[in-house]
């Protein structure tokens, strides 16, 4: 006897788990795709794909109509089987047969309505859930003679609608969770309403380019814009990369190595509006910055807004999110979509794809224009955290924690640098009479702040400097570098990076640390403060400057506890997750609450801040 194929033993539930667990998100992507392909298909080139309003019994339902090959009686028969395709080749790296389907039966159990016309004969047939029968089928209607059928002639009831029937085209019906269900208004979910423009949106977020010669039109109710309530208007839909050359800038740069190439892209608002340049150029949509995995024409894993601006700093952009769009191509064969298309997996494995599994080739990769955009768009700030930065890395450089990509050479390598009678001095002299200050300015007090968390404008020893061309050596390029840390005194920014009553958070990839400027500890330390120094200098400038020590020795309180926690790699016992758990925003903000451990230095250099803003201001009135 020979082997004996494989088959489905209760066929039936088979399918209804099927559907009932495929997402729904990608509803849009499965019907519009579909569209698409037989669009690409239309003799004599130049495909349409049209996205409007049917009535149904007085209700609106969802359509997609499309030019290309139709279908006859046999075909949509066939073509409304599972895992059944027309004019496709079905394989796992192709068409899989199975998502609009799923897809849409998923959202819309009453029904999807097919219509085909095929050499001037329209046929239709409806699919949905049998409540009676308790599966999904092909509904069958019955006619006047009393016969039934499941695929029938609608060739009459078309042309009496005023459609043509001169050349092929397939129409394609969401009927929703009930007759009265409003699939235009609530396309994923009967009672739920997304914005008007939410179809050619999905699509234009989800599709990098188009098929050659398929044109996209979608019905002005459905757009953004004028018309809201108007239809049998249409507004034109083209992808992201047919309009590149109208922003100000963009840049696709590969890695033969990693096969992996990145496209940097430009998108600012516009000079007059509140809208990004890309949304000037495609009204019907709204488009925002976005970061996303780029296959096969299509993207995977999109963020945008804030769930853009807060991954942005481990793809090597602290600031600027809101202005620069990241997607990251992958060559055909690097990746695999998973059952429903709405992630990308790894062929080798079938593991998950995201976008930040690729952040390290987006910040290596990233070219100087990028990197000045960046630049422009951090906040402008006159605190100086070099000093505070520098302490920081004193205090890392004593675990001797090598990088990861140097952790075989040995930390015993690393070289310190020394202090020396010979060389120039790091800051010049300034003659100024002091002479009108009551008492004495201690001097000594930055010296004494540089200990704990502030470092110093000019250090009386001198460096020996290293010759022109001189390098570090790689054992102390392998030593882990202290993290950037940036000091957020903007609401938006605070909220872009989801830290809004945390201290701070932490980005292991690309070694960055954002504080919460107004974290209460800050208002905590700041009112002693303010008790305490009291009658000093300036009320305004006490006031500043206070602030400004309180933030600072907030920010030194959260570096070492990153650095405590990346010291923990040396340690077998800790593993990554709980390396993640030590650096969360709510152990930094544990950390940054235990301010009072900090007040005295933060004094020492509020009041030397305060009194050097007086001597500033007499250098500028001398």
């Known amino acids: 006897?020979?082997?004996e194929p494989l088959t489905i033993y209760d066929v039936k539930f088979t399918i209804r788990r099927m559907i009932q667990q495929a997402p729904k998100s990608t509803l849009?992507?499965?019907?519009?795709k579909n569209a698409e392909e037989n669009a690409a298909l239309t003799p004599g080139g130049q495909g349409k794909i049209r996205i409007y309003p049917v009535t149904v019994d007085g209700v609106r339902k969802l359509a997609f109509w499309n030019t290309g090959i139709g279908m006859d009686e046999v075909e949509l028969r066939t073509a409304t089987e599972i895992s059944a395709s027309i004019n496709k080749r079905m394989g796992l790296?192709?068409?899989f047969g199975i998502g609009a389907k799923v897809s849409g039966l998923a959202?819309?159990?009453a029904g999807i309505r097919y219509r085909s016309c095929k050499n001037g004969t329209?046929?239709?047939?409806?699919?949905?859930?049998?409540?009676?029968?308790?599966?999904?089928?092909r509904f069958a209607v019955q006619f006047d003679d009393g016969k039934t059928d499941t695929v029938f002639d609608v060739t009459e009831v078309v042309e009496s609608e005023g459609h043509s029937t001169d050349s092929d085209w397939t129409e394609v019906v969401l009927l929703g969770e009930s007759d009265g269900h409003d699939t235009v208004d609530q396309p994923l979910k009967e009672g739920d309403s997304l914005e008007r423009s939410y179809i050619p949106s999905e699509i234009f977020r989800r599709f990098s380019?188009?098929?050659?010669d398929v044109e996209l039109d979608v019905d002005t109710a459905m757009t953004k814009g004028g018309g809201k309530d108007e239809t049998g208007r249409n507004r034109s839909v083209k992808p992201l990369e047919a309009i590149l050359d109208d922003l100000p800038r963009h840049e696709i740069i590969s890695d033969d190595e990693s096969r992996v190439s990145v496209r940097y892209i430009h998108d600012p608002k516009h000079a007059t509006s509140s809208h990004t340049e890309s949304a000037r150029k495609i009204p019907a949509v709204a488009s925002t910055t976005f970061?996303?995995?780029?296959?096969?024409?299509?993207?995977?894993d999109y963020k945008t807004k804030k769930a853009w601006s807060s991954a942005a700093p481990n793809f090597g952009i602290p600031f600027g999110s809101k202005v620069l769009t990241i997607e990251i191509h992958l060559s055909d064969d690097m990746a695999s979509p998973n059952q429903y298309r709405d992630g990308l997996t790894d062929p080798n494995d079938r593991s998950p794809l995201v976008a930040q599994d690729f952040d390290d080739s987006v910040r290596e990769l990233m070219p100087d224009w990028v990197k000045a955009i960046i630049q422009a768009e951090s906040p402008k700030s006159g605190e100086n955290l070099d000093d505070l930065q520098s302490e920081l890395q004193k205090l890392l450089d004593e675990f001797k924690v090598p990088t990861p990509a140097y952790r075989e050479i040995s930390a015993n390598d690393s070289v310190r640098s020394d202090t020396s009678d010979q060389g120039e001095d790091s800051s010049e002299p300034v003659d100024v009479d002091f002479s009108q200050f009551p008492g004495d300015i201690d001097f000594t007090l930055r010296e004494q702040v540089d200990e704990a968390i502030t470092g110093q404008r000019a250090n009386p020893n001198k460096v020996r400097r290293a010759p022109q061309g001189a390098k570090a050596s790689k054992a102390l390029q392998a030593l882990e570098r202290v993290p950037k840390i940036h000091i957020l005194d903007d609401p938006t920014d605070i909220d872009d990076k989801s830290i809004k009553g945390k201290a701070a958070c932490y980005y292991k990839d690309s070694q960055e640390i954002f504080v919460n400027g107004f974290y209460p500890a800050v208002d905590r330390m700041a009112t002693e403060l303010e008790a305490e120094l009291a009658g000093e200098g300036d009320a305004e400038v006490r006031r500043t400057a206070i602030i400004m020590a309180s933030r600072r020795s907030m920010a030194f309180?959260?570096?070492?506890?990153?650095?405590?926690?990346?010291?923990?790699?040396?340690?077998?016992?800790?593993?990554a997750d709980d390396l993640d758990k030590a650096t969360s925003p709510e152990a930094l903000s544990l950390m940054a609450d235990d301010y009072r451990q900090g007040i005295s230095e933060a004094k020492r250099h509020a009041k030397q801040q305060i009194k050097l803003e007086d001597v500033e201001k007499l250098i500028a009135s001398s």
């Open 28 to 32: 849009v992507r499965e019907f519009f």
């Open 122 to 137: 329209v046929n239709e047939v409806t699919i949905g859930y049998d409540e009676t029968e308790g599966e999904y089928v």
């Open 1 to 3: 006897m020979g082997s």
């Open 93 to 95: 790296d192709g068409n």
């Open 557 to 575: 309180r959260v570096g070492k506890a990153v650095c405590y926690a990346i010291s923990k790699r040396l340690v077998d016992e800790w593993n």
């Open 107 to 109: 959202v819309s159990p």
């Open 291 to 300: 970061c996303a995995l780029v296959h096969k024409g299509e993207r995977y």
């Open 209 to 212: 380019r188009f098929a050659p």
